[in-house]
């Protein structure tokens, strides 16, 4: 069974301040990888996924995330964040199949100090 | 851009009441899904669609959960007789070819709130 974990609940950062949120998964094959934010009451926007090819990928709003097959993690960073990026971030892993549902992360809530 | 939407954004009903969540997906896309996020924890996955019928249900999808599309475009979600622990933000997703991976859109969600 897949799975997926966030080990950060909270992170604090200054604006300005480079991010880095980690996401580790459990999958018996490669699989399809996503990062998707949530603003307070909002639905899931789509930051940036991974299926194949180059192991760093790009989003919107500026953020990456690098595929690490040895370590089974797909960590979102971002060089310098700014006061709008507070928001829940969810990892996410989908089987390569027809029905591929997504398993989530718990998330991880973002706060940026001014 | 296309997007999923989803009708009513807020929803409070009675323990027993029958509600009925609806979604209309992207207009080209053939595999359709529900999830549900009780506050504070995980999103998790419930039931997906494809072909007019059930594709795939998590444990948590029951004999009373139903789900239908009625006409091509909307796909509903029915909870025939709501408990206390239904209350949780509902979320519709549909399923395309974006960028040479197949990607779920969600909606902005159903708050359901069961008193």
């Known amino acids: 069974a897949q799975s997926v974990t966030q080990p950060d609940i909270h992170i604090t950062v200054s604006e300005g301040a480079s991010l880095e949120l980690r996401c580790n998964y459990s999958y018996g094959a490669t699989p399809y990888l996503f990062w998707y934010v949530q603003s307070p009451g909002q639905g899931l926007q789509l930051l940036l996924k991974?299926?194949?090819?180059?192991?760093l990928v790009q989003g919107i709003k500026g953020f990456e995330a690098e595929f690490k097959r040895s370590q089974s993690s797909f960590n979102l960073r971002k060089p310098s964040v700014h006061w709008s990026d507070a928001a829940e971030y969810f990892c996410a892993v989908g089987a390569i199949n027809a029905g591929n549902m997504l398993t989530f992360g718990g998330g991880t809530r973002l706060m940026v100090k001014p | 851009e296309p997007e999923v939407t989803q009708t009513p954004s807020h929803q409070v009903t009675q323990m027993g009441q029958e509600v009925i969540l609806r979604c209309v997906p992207i207009s080209n896309h053939l595999y359709f899904y529900w999830y549900r996020q009780i506050l504070g924890q995980k999103v998790e996955f419930l039931v997906s669609f494809y072909n007019n019928e059930i594709s795939e249900k998590s444990e948590i999808f029951d004999d009373q959960f139903s789900v239908e599309r009625p006409d091509g475009s909307n796909f509903t979600l029915k909870i025939r007789s709501t408990k206390l622990e239904d209350s949780a933000m509902y979320f519709c997703a549909s399923k395309g070819w974006s960028g040479g991976a197949e990607t779920q859109y969600f909606g902005p969600g159903t708050r359901l709130l069961v008193l």
């Open positions: 991974y299926f194949s090819g180059d192991t």
